[in-house]
């Protein structure tokens, strides 16, 4: 079955950017999808398709896909911005799936 | 507005069963695909089942496989998972979220909370 690695933690101070990797095999060939989860709530999709943004999202989030890393990058850091990041993609390499990274907690310090 | 809101969840021993049901509006609930996400205590994600817009494509993950049974009735706007012999290790909040296309799962409920103890 297909892994998504992402590291455990990474933090920022607020206005400074975050980076949250996430690495697969090969998964520049795939789309990735982001997702935002603050203590108690449901995630928040962030980022689509790599890339694009929905509706309501500041454009301090951006996300990038090549190789095998895609990266989610907050900018300008703020206190809000918080909580557990998920990355995401379909895999069809056996029975299809959708697979979540393990999750990376993002602090503002 | 467009939501999702799951129910059904509860305290179950192990070995018991459990259905949930997701119920949509604010939007036309057939033409979505739908999956059920759960989150253990203190864990990360994990997809357990999807369901097409059309009901004929049906997916699970490995560890639910054979347990638990999705449908959904388009009709009623209705979304169901059915869960049988449960183990401890089923321990979650349960998620159910709709798929945009293209994209990820853009709408998602609150969760249920399904305990399985003895």
């Known amino acids: 079955s297909y892994v998504l690695t992402q590291p455990p933690s990474v933090s920022a101070a607020p206005g400074q950017t975050a980076m949250i990797t996430c690495g697969g095999d090969?998964?520049?060939?795939?789309?990735v999808h982001w997702y935002q989860q603050k203590p108690g709530q449901a995630p928040v999709l962030v980022v689509y398709?790599?890339?694009d943004r929905p509706s309501g999202i500041p454009d301090r989030f951006s996300g990038t896909n090549s190789g095998n890393t895609a990266t989610l990058t907050i900018s300008r850091v703020e206190a809000g911005d918080e909580g557990d990041y998920y990355c995401?993609?379909?895999?069809?390499?056996?029975?299809?799936?959708?697979?979540f990274g393990g999750g990376t907690k993002v602090t503002v310090l | 507005d467009v939501q999702l809101v799951e129910s059904g969840g509860g305290l179950v021993q192990p070995g018991g069963s459990l259905r949930l049901s997701c119920i949509s509006s604010?939007?036309?609930?057939?033409?979505?695909?739908l999956n059920w996400v759960r989150q253990a205590p203190g864990k990360g994600l994990e997809w357990i089942s999807y369901?097409?817009?059309?009901?004929?494509?049906?997916y699970y993950a490995d560890s639910v496989k054979g347990r638990f049974t999705i449908s959904r009735d388009n009709a009623k706007h209705s979304l169901v998972l059915q869960l049988n012999s449960l183990t401890v290790e089923d321990t979650a909040v349960y998620y159910c979220?709709?798929?945009?296309?293209?994209?990820?799962?853009?709408?998602w409920g609150r969760g249920t909370m399904v305990t399985v103890s003895s």
């Open positions: 398709d790599d890339t």
């Open positions: 090969r998964i520049g060939r795939k789309s």
């Open positions: 369901i097409g817009s059309a009901e004929h494509m049906i």
């Open positions: 604010g939007f036309t609930f057939s033409d979505y695909e």
């Open positions: 979220a709709r798929r945009s296309f293209p994209g990820g799962f853009d709408v």
């Open positions: 995401q993609v379909w895999d069809t390499s056996d029975d299809p799936s959708w697979v």
